[in-house]
């Protein structure tokens, strides 16, 4: 039977909250041409919240690189050579086998269990479309199975904060909370499994 959504009063929570989370683009040293790099928007997630826990350093760009094949060398025997996509479940486990740090993941989610969470110094991974973004910086129209750290928001302006790593200047971008909402969806680990439904769900990861 389903949970009740519980009441959230968003004018009890603080008006802004922001972590300072090291950020890492996919391809840091723009190996866009690798098609590893251009899927690895989940292992970039992941090792952004692996330097945030283990202490808000920045990695430099061959470090960034190194520590993304390590990634990659953990996924393998996790989900096969071929899954260049994991679901945020699948992410959840990735997580746990390469950092050995416990998150949270959380289904159907609201905007407001987001904002509750990141109000209490956490941050958050999510799936999202990231055609729905409208990001000028990605190229194209941008990914349908794309990734990326909430790291605060901001009630006043309306606007989530996140470190996107589709771009190279996604470090604290800003997108209207509403658009970032409905771009949330989950997707298949696999290479681009068919997507039949759209499930809002997060990991939430705390220090």
């Not at 993304?68 to 479940?89: R, V």
């Not at 991974?125 to 990326?148: A, C, Q, W």
Request: charged share 35%.
């Amino acid at each position: 039977e389903l949970q009740p959504q519980e009441e959230i009063n968003l004018d009890l929570l603080p008006q802004k909250s922001e972590q300072k989370v090291p950020f890492v683009t996919q391809a840091p040293e723009a190996q866009w041409e690798d098609k590893r790099f251009q899927d690895a928007c989940e292992e970039a997630s992941i090792l952004m919240a692996f330097q945030w826990v283990g202490g808000d350093r920045e990695l430099k760009k061959e470090d960034a690189t190194a520590a993304l094949e390590e990634i990659f060398a953990a996924e393998e025997p996790l989900f096969g050579k071929d899954a260049i996509d994991t679901s945020t479940k699948d992410t959840q486990v990735l997580m746990k086998s390469f950092f050995d740090h416990d998150t949270l993941y959380k289904e159907d989610i609201s905007i407001e269990e987001i904002i509750k969470e990141l109000a209490k110094q956490k941050i958050i991974i999510v799936p999202t479309d990231g055609t729905k973004l409208n990001n000028p910086y990605f190229s194209g129209e941008g990914p349908e199975r794309h990734m990326l750290v909430i790291t605060g928001y901001d009630q006043k302006k309306g606007e989530f904060i996140v470190n996107d790593p589709g771009t190279k200047r996604g470090k604290g971008f800003r997108y209207p909370m509403e658009r970032l909402y409905d771009a949330i969806r989950d997707y298949k680990t696999g290479n681009k499994e068919p997507i039949e439904s759209v499930k809002k769900n997060m990991i939430i990861v705390g220090k």
